[in-house]
């Protein structure tokens, strides 16, 4: 009997209708962590201002945010491999929408503290929205349209700094944080129309509902469906000399492995198993190099997002003779947040050109060296001008680099562990998140400025050459 697999009525069927439903979709969870992301350069400075808390706090609240998506982010991808994408999608939305309008009402900042907390639990699980869209994509395409993707979170740091430069004139910390949490609001009236993925289901042996999904695939694409029956199971693949390659393990999985899953979650649990997968002799390179990647981008980039406040404050309070000037510095603030913000523009298209030209490997350590050599003349103080120009820099490479990192994790796992492998990594960033504001924020603070960018460059070239030493290179790969 004739059969087919997802990937390949996928790629007969192509990028239609459907898929820009579920681009949007998926684009709108990423605009809502990214406006909590970019939140946190504006509220820190104003509760300090508010409640008089002190510097070492001031860096704990977006600490506390990164904590709660360290948290969220591996909790939500077990949740969206053993119960379905589209239930993590709800519950996390509803969670993130009603922490994150709460917050806005804190009589105090321990409640503060608590309620942005959980708001970072829900936003965890964000990557889950890519992991799926992906899912839908056929693997021709898919670096083109990741990129494409990630501009929705760039139109969340875009809407952030708008909202904010608008709201605080106008209103207060408070209004921003009720307003931010908006957007989350949005998703909950369309979960209804969102499909399952078709890839998990047929991990779920759930066949029948994946062909369903095809078909409406199909009808609104107005394409037809391959001949004859989805299958999910491919050829096994024997090894003859008893040594798979990591490569080997890392294409799409046979039934045999299937079978070996099955039983290690009867025996285990299934996120234990999963685990156990992922630090398997043949995924743990892989997996500990993601790991150190996704920590390292998350340091720079959340750190880029932080120094855009604290290099101009810090430049201040740091240079004597500087006094009565709150007011130009938060007129500044707003205006060089927004500025840098629209550097992952430029950071986008850069990401664009080189995934498909030179890969997913040499992408991301370009342009992490790259992003090394702009933060670099930062040791030392500089104008307003060449620090906003270094920033904006950096941060589009930093985008870039990001981007690509997104594109290229869940393509290395099969659909089985994707999600929680994709969330495992996602969480590791988010310890650099935590760790992050200690240097920009705390740092800075203290008057150490060459100090805390010399540990940003480290880190940078760090995870250059973690992505230089990636055992495979995704390209043009299909998914399991």
């Known amino acids: 009997m004739e059969t087919y697999t997802t990937d390949e009525a996928l790629e007969l069927m192509g990028f239609g209708k459907f898929q820009l439903f579920v681009l949007v979709y998926a684009g709108m969870g990423w605009v809502v962590e990214s406006m909590e992301i970019m939140l946190l350069s504006f509220v820190g400075p104003l509760v300090r201002e508010e409640w008089k808390v002190s510097a070492e706090n001031e860096s704990l609240l977006s600490s506390m945010v990164f904590a709660g998506m360290l948290i969220g982010a591996s909790g939500w991808g077990f949740v969206s491999d053993k119960y379905g994408r589209r239930t993590c999608f709800l519950f996390s939305t509803l969670f993130t929408s009603g922490m994150g309008f709460l917050s806005a009402f804190s009589p105090n900042y321990p409640c503060l503290l608590a309620l942005r907390f959980l708001v970072g639990i829900g936003v965890g699980g964000a990557h889950v929205f890519s992991s799926w869209f992906l899912e839908f994509v056929p693997a021709q395409n898919r670096g083109t349209w990741m990129v494409v993707f990630s501009c929705f979170w760039t139109i969340g740091t875009v809407l952030e700094a708008s909202l904010a430069w608008v709201v605080i004139s106008v209103l207060s910390w408070r209004w921003l944080l009720a307003l931010t949490a908006l957007p989350c609001f ?28 095809l078909e409406r695939i199909a009808i609104t694409n107005k394409a037809a469906l391959p001949p004859g029956v989805l299958t999910y199971h491919q050829e096994a693949k024997v090894d003859h000399t008893g040594l798979a390659s990591e490569k080997e393990d890392l294409l799409p999985v046979s039934e045999k492995e299937c079978t070996f899953d099955n039983a290690m ?37 959340y750190g880029l997002v932080l120094l855009t406040a604290q290099l101009s404050d810090a430049n201040i309070s740091c240079t004597p003779g500087q006094t009565n000037v709150v007011q130009q510095k938060d007129a500044n603030l707003y205006k060089d947040t927004f500025i840098t913000s629209l550097a992952e523009v430029p950071g986008l298209i850069l990401s664009a050109v080189l995934v498909d030209w030179f890969g997913r490997k040499a992408s991301m350590w370009f342009m992490l060296f790259a992003c090394c050599a702009f933060i670099g003349p930062l040791v030392l103080q500089q104008n307003e001008l060449l620090t906003t120009v270094l920033l904006f820099g950096a941060r589009a490479v930093a985008m870039g680099s990001f981007t690509v990192l997104c594109l290229y994790a869940p393509e290395v796992y099969p659909t089985s562990v994707r999600s929680t492998g994709v969330g495992i990594a996602t969480a590791i960033g988010r310890i650099g998140g935590v760790v992050c504001p200690l240097v920009a924020v705390g740092m800075l603070r203290s008057c ?22 990636f055992p495979i290179e995704t390209k043009g790969r299909g998914m399991d």
């Open 186 to 213: 949005l998703l909950i009236p369309f979960f209804g129309t969102t499909p399952e993925s078709p890839r998990y289901l047929c991990v779920q042996n759930r066949t029948s509902d994946a062909m369903l999904v």
């Open 448 to 469: 150490h400025q060459m100090e805390a960018i010399l540990l940003f460059e480290l880190v940078l070239f760090l995870a250059g050459v973690a992505c230089f030493l």
């Open 265 to 301: 979650s009867s025996k285990y649990g299934g996120g234990i198993a999963a685990l156990l997968r992922l630090l398997s002799r043949k995924l743990l390179r892989s997996t500990l190099l993601l790991w150190f990647a996704f920590f390292a981008n998350s340091f720079a980039y």
